[in-house]
């Protein structure tokens, strides 16, 4: 820094400070060389101040010697007669000639004295000069190491702190501001050093001192009190500033702000030091964009980042930083006991939404679903979505599968309600497989991997369903594959088969009609019922293809077996259609088709459907069942009573038969509230004009207790096993 008093060169270009300095520096030194020649001072360097003032005293130590001798020697003559000189020589002439030689060297020494005294007066101005030059470069080398230190730091705020403390030590400021440009034509502060009263000041530009630089983009330097009346005097508050400056930030002739330095009160600033802050301003306002650019590229690669690792869609984790999370829990260091599980979960039934509703209602609900996970999963536990409708659940410290287990029952309780699209609302389910740690699974991956087995198992058990991944899932994962390929063969190859199982009444034991249940006639393992392959065929998407054969298939049965025959009034033949069928559109058309080309009466047909089919979209449901009522066809709901059983359902949609769940049959002799629940539905039904077929009856005792609860049908190995086409045409031959 250089000292407030200490004299400066006045007329410096702006960008050429370097280049005039070392010229003038070396024209005064050449004139100080000449001079020094001249003094009599024959160095090839400079001389120095004291070489002068050694050559003054040399010089005027000889002067008085030859003086003093000249004196004596002009006494001597004058005084003592006996000193003769030679004949030669005149007595006049020689007091004249020492006189002479006096006066000369005198004249000499003056010369000489004057020379060095202007010698001395340049070594002065040369000193002075080169004091102002040290300056000035100590300036520069301050500006340039402050461009420096500020071009070093990158982040915006540090770039802004950087600025004022190199502001500081250029000027020596008391304190200091930096406001930049915000949205259209104002300045807020965002940095401010010392006292400074700009904190959180907003100008409009044209506003106050720095409004007018920011419009003017031009310095300002103010001396003295701006706003006296401000400053009450004697308040004992702190004292205004006297004298201030103010520089536009620009970059690229871009206004990105303006900075401002206060003096300390009595201090006052130079044009110089506004020059210097202009020319420091522009060094700080390339920091900025630079920090600036910088932030708007690390924010770019953190967008990235943030894409890289997760799903748009949900803004859960994806299975890369889902595995990254999976593999830190596993390495970190935990008590004995303590494991680590994974939940994997699939929507049940999701491709049906995506199939009838289209991929903004798919979105919609995985939005929705996503959601209601954050609410049931330990802050600690990480959550990821893997695309489709998979979903992971990370479980850090569990002692058991058990415990892994209790989250994901709250996970299928998030299931209860409905999940609104639209103005639609529909119930899912969703199948979990859970992985815990050991097992064979230390690694991330292969602990996802038993967990994705264990959640395909569930579904093939059925949906909503949990299962906890066993070693021998793997095994049979395999299989399941294999088996896959064999139930396309077996649909191609004629290897499915119908049988029919009779339904009765309780009443009087007459059949009133059978239910049409497919069989697999599979070479190796002989009759498999539907419970063994059906779950595998929706999996493979086979679902729809074989219910279509069914259907076709015992319409055509029963309608040849007429021949030989006849049917007894009001026998019905049902046939089960999967959810995923009557979601489809082209259903009521095929059905009507069957009727047409095999002749059965559209009143003898049932359709079975599930509850889980009604509540997965009932609008397209009430829809597609509504054109199959008009059509004349039944409609039965099967497996009432498992499932979200909602009796509003039985007022909602057209259906003719509700057939009560093999589970409260099997309980009708034992749990009082099996038996409770039958009668409930056997009474809503008569309400209702409803008919109620209870299922599974094994045993008389079933079918007793059923009767006595005035269930009016019943079906179920007890009464007829199901029978393949040839024993149906016996048993109605034994039944007519
Ligand atoms: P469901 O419609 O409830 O059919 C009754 C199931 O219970 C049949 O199993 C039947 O064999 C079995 N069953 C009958 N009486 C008894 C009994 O007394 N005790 C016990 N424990 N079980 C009995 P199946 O054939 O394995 O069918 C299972 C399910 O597969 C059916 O349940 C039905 O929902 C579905 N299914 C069967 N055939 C078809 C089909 O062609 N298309 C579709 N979409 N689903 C079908
Ligand atoms: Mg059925
Ligand atoms: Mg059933």
């Known amino acids: 820094m250089h000292s407030p008093d200490a004299p400066r060169p006045q007329r410096m270009a702006k960008g050429r400070v370097a280049a005039v300095t070392s010229s003038g520096f070396d024209a005064s030194r050449?004139?100080?060389?000449?001079?020094?020649?001249?003094?009599?001072?024959?160095?090839?360097?400079?001389?120095?101040?004291?070489?002068?003032?050694?050559?003054?005293?040399?010089?005027?130590?000889?002067?008085?010697?030859?003086?003093f001798a000249a004196v004596v020697a002009l006494v001597t003559v004058t005084a003592w007669h006996d000193v003769r000189p030679p004949a030669w020589v005149p007595p006049i002439v020689l007091r004249g000639g020492l006189l002479a030689t006096v006066i000369l060297f005198c004249a000499y020494a003056i010369e000489k004295e004057l020379q060095l005294r202007r010698l001395t007066k340049l070594l002065i101005d040369e000193r002075v000069l080169t004091a102002a030059l040290t300056n000035r470069l100590r300036e520069v080398s301050t500006l340039l190491e402050a461009a420096k230190a500020m071009n070093?730091?990158?982040?915006?705020?540090?770039?802004?702190?950087?600025?004022?403390?190199?502001?500081?030590?250029?000027?020596?400021?008391?304190?200091?501001?930096?406001?930049?440009?915000?949205?259209?034509?104002?300045?807020?502060?965002?940095?401010?050093?010392?006292?400074?009263?700009?904190?959180?000041?907003?100008?409009?530009?044209?506003?106050?001192?720095?409004?007018?630089?920011a419009q003017t983009r031009e310095p300002v330097l103010v001396t003295g009190v701006l706003e006296p009346e401000k400053w009450p005097a004697g308040s004992g508050a702190a004292q205004p500033p006297t004298s201030s400056m103010s520089v536009p930030l620009v970059y690229r002739d871009v206004l990105l702000g303006v900075l401002n330095v206060n003096a300390a009160p009595g201090r006052a600033y130079t044009r110089h030091q506004l020059r210097a802050l202009s020319l420091f301003g522009e060094q700080a306002a390339a920091a900025i964009a630079n920090a600036r650019l910088y932030e708007e590229q690390r924010l770019l690669a953190s967008q990235n980042v943030y894409q890289a690792l997760h799903d748009l869609l949900t803004n859960l984790p994806n299975r890369a930083l889902f595995l990254d999370r999976v593999n830190h829990a596993l390495s970190r260091r935990r008590l004995?006991?303590?494991?680590?599980?994974?939940?994997?979960?699939?929507?049940?039934?999701?491709?049906?939404?995506?199939?009838?509703?289209?991929?903004?209602?798919?979105?919609?609900?995985?939005?929705?679903?996503?959601?209601?996970?954050?609410?049931?999963?330990?802050?600690?536990?990480?959550?990821?979505?893997?695309?489709?409708?998979?979903?992971?659940?990370?479980?850090?410290?569990?002692?058991?599968?058990?415990?892994?287990?209790?989250?994901?029952?709250?996970?299928?309780?998030?299931?209860?309600?409905?999940?609104?699209?639209?103005?639609?609302?529909?119930?899912?389910?969703?199948?979990?497989?859970?992985?815990?740690?050991?097992?064979?699974?230390?690694?991330?991956?292969?602990?996802?991997?038993?967990?994705?087995?264990?959640?395909?198992?569930?579904?093939?058990?059925?949906?909503?369903?949990?299962?906890t991944f066993e070693e021998t899932m793997h095994a049979d994962a395999l299989q399941r594959l294999e088996f896959e390929g064999e139930l396309q063969h077996a649909l191609e190859h004629g290897q499915l088969a119908v049988h029919y199982q009779p339904m009765f009444s309780l009443a009087h034991g007459r059949a009133i009609g059978v239910e049409a249940l497919v069989r697999w006639e599979h070479p190796a393992r002989g009759l498999l019922?539907?419970?063994?392959?059906?779950?595998?065929?929706?999996?493979?998407?086979?679902?729809?293809?074989?219910?279509?054969?069914?259907?076709?298939?015992?319409?055509?049965?029963?309608?040849?077996?007429?021949?030989?025959?006849?049917?007894?009034?009001?026998?019905?033949?049902?046939?089960?259609?999967?959810?995923?069928?009557?979601?489809?559109?082209?259903?009521?058309?095929?059905?009507?088709?069957?009727?047409?080309?095999?002749?059965?009466?559209?009143?003898?047909?049932?359709?079975?459907?599930?509850?889980?089919?009604?509540?997965?979209?009932?609008?397209?449901?009430?829809?597609?069942?509504?054109?199959?009522?008009?059509?004349?066809?039944?409609?039965?709901?099967?497996?009432?009573?498992?499932?979200?059983?909602?009796l509003?359902?039985?007022?909602?949609?057209?259906?003719?038969?509700?057939?009560?769940?093999?589970?409260?049959?099997?309980?009708?002799?034992?749990?009082?509230?099996?038996?409770?629940?039958?009668?409930?539905?056997?009474?809503?039904?008569?309400?209702?004009?409803i008919e109620v077929i209870a299922e599974g009856i094994e045993h008389q005792a079933q079918a007793d207790a059923l009767a006595a609860l005035q269930c009016p049908y019943g079906q179920g190995w007890y009464l007829s096993i199901d029978l393949p086409a040839e024993g149906l045409a016996d048993f109605l031959r034994r039944s007519s």
């Open 529 to 646: 019922p539907a419970s063994a392959f059906l779950p595998l065929a929706e999996q493979a998407g086979l679902m729809v293809q074989i219910d279509r054969w069914v259907l076709r298939r015992a319409c055509e049965t029963l309608q040849a077996l007429r021949s030989d025959v006849e049917l007894p009034t009001g026998f019905l033949l049902s046939v089960n259609i999967s959810p995923t069928h009557l979601q489809d559109a082209a259903l009521v058309d095929e059905v009507a088709q069957v009727l047409r080309d095999t002749g059965i009466e559209p009143g003898r047909l049932v359709l079975e459907i599930t509850e889980g089919a009604i509540l997965l979209d009932s609008e397209k449901t009430a829809v597609h069942l509504n054109r199959i009522k008009a059509l004349g066809v039944k409609v039965a709901l099967d497996d009432f009573g498992t499932g979200y059983s909602s």
């Open 30 to 67: 050449n004139l100080t060389e000449r001079a020094a020649r001249i003094a009599g001072l024959r160095s090839f360097e400079t001389p120095t101040l004291e070489a002068v003032e050694h050559r003054r005293l040399q010089l005027w130590l000889l002067t008085l010697s030859l003086l």
């Open 152 to 213: 070093l730091v990158l982040d915006l705020e540090e770039v802004l702190r950087t600025i004022l403390e190199c502001a500081n030590e250029l000027l020596d400021t008391h304190d200091g501001s930096i406001m930049l440009v915000h949205g259209d034509g104002e300045l807020r502060t965002v940095s401010v050093s010392g006292s400074s009263g700009a904190r959180g000041a907003r100008l409009k530009f044209g506003e106050g001192v720095a409004g007018q630089v």
């Open 648 to 689: 509003s359902h039985l007022r909602r949609f057209p259906v003719d038969i509700v057939k009560i769940d093999r589970v409260f049959v099997d309980g009708i002799t034992t749990d009082k509230g099996a038996g409770a629940l039958v009668q409930a539905i056997v009474r809503l039904g008569r309400g209702l004009n």
């Open 336 to 467: 004995p006991g303590q494991l680590v599980a994974i939940l994997f979960l699939d929507l049940d039934d999701f491709k049906l939404i995506n199939d009838s509703l289209g991929h903004a209602a798919g979105d919609e609900v995985l939005i929705g679903f996503a959601d209601r996970l954050r609410t049931c999963v330990r802050s600690g536990d990480a959550m990821a979505r893997f695309g489709g409708d998979e979903f992971a659940v990370l479980i850090e410290d569990v002692t058991s599968a058990e415990d892994a287990a209790a989250t994901a029952e709250r996970i299928l309780a998030l299931f209860a309600e409905p999940f609104s699209v639209g103005e639609r609302r529909m119930w899912l389910r969703a199948s979990i497989g859970i992985a815990v740690e050991g097992l064979g699974a230390s690694s991330a991956e292969a602990l996802l991997r038993n967990a994705d087995t264990a959640k395909n198992v569930a579904k093939t058990q059925g949906k909503g369903r949990i299962v």
